[in-house]
Structures are given as C-alpha cells and as structure tokens.
C-alpha cells in the first residue's frame, strides 16, 4: 500500500539537492527518491508529474523563487530602515563631510597634474628658444653627482640618451637646472678668492 505523495514536503527536500555541500545533496535526492517510492512512484515521475493541486515541478522554482524574493525584500527594508530618518544626524554628517573632502582632494589633484604638465610644456616649448649647451659634458658631470642615490637611474639614462643625441625637452630643462646650479657655486667660491688677492 503505497503512501498519499506530500508535493510540498518533496519539492522542499528535493531543493537541498541545490546545496553546496556534496553529501548533503546526494542525502537530499537519496530521500526523494525514498519519498517517490513510498508513493509507489520512481523518482522522474515524481519530478515530471503533477500534484493533487495540479501544479508540476515548476512549484520547486516557483517556492525557491518566492523564498529568495521575500529575502531580497527584508534586506531592502533593513536597508531603507537605517538609511532614513532611524539613522543618527552625527553620522550623516561625518559621511557627508567626507565625501566633500575626497571630492576636494579629487579635484585638487586633478588641478595639480595639469599645472605641472602645464609646466612641462612650457619648459618644453622655452628650450626650444635657448642657445644649445654641451649637453654630454653636462649630462656626464650630472651622472657623476648624481650615480649614487635615488636620482643614479634618471642620471645613466640622461648620459645615455645625450650620448646618442636623443635628449628630451625635459632632459634639457634638468641639465639647464643643473648647470646653474654648477655657477652659482662656482660664482661664490671665486668671491673669496678675488677678496684675498685684492687684500
């Protein structure tokens, strides 16, 4: 005598098969497949078949479905209960003044890359006006301050690159900002010496 088929009790146990769990799915098919022959049913016909109520194994998704909307909808009630006025002023203040702050920082920044790219044109574009300079005796003279230290790569590039005759404007600009930095030291240490031959 077979037993009365419970569709609601079989949906729910078939849906475990979902699970991520290895052991806990195959449990789950294991039983309804051991609720189907109770019913004297094999277990496609029990998936494929229709209820009593008329419905098919459509109401498995339909149920898991509904079970997934009702979750979607407690989380969005929570969200909008602590996103409205439940929420204390001092946060929405301290969230607001932040975000205020990243923008200003954001914009700032942004300001400061063009200012110096501006820069660099124009560096650019007034070394092109300039009388030429030794470029490798000063990019050798730059290499040898400079070969230990944070700045040894830049310096054995700029040797290499007016070596071959391939400086950039901005090459140009730091050699030009080197050489003059050369005579002023220069200019101050001949002073004293010119002060003690007159004396």
Known sequence: ???????????????????????????AVRKAASMARA???????????????????????TMMMEAELATARREIAEL????SGAGDDATFQRGFEAGQRYGADRAAADL?????RRVRELEAELEAFRAPLDWLTLAERFYAKFRRGAKAPFAKGLMYRASVNKLMPA???????????VERKVKRSKKPVEETAEA
């Not at 277990?43 to 459509?58: I, K, Q, R």
């Not at 400061?112 to 110096?116: C, K």
């Open 1 to 27: 005598m077979s037993k009365p088929f419970d569709r609601a009790k079989f949906n729910k146990v078939l849906s475990l098969a979902e699970s991520d769990q290895d052991a806990e799915a195959l449990a």
């Open 39 to 61: 019913a004297g049913l094999s277990l496609g016909e029990a998936v494929n078949g229709t209820d009593p109520d008329g419905g098919t194994v459509s109401t498995l998704r």
């Open 80 to 83: 909008r209960r602590k996103t």
């Open 112 to 116: 400061r890359e063009q200012a110096f």
């Open 171 to 181: 090459d140009q600009a730091e050699l030009r900002k080197f050489a003059a930095t």
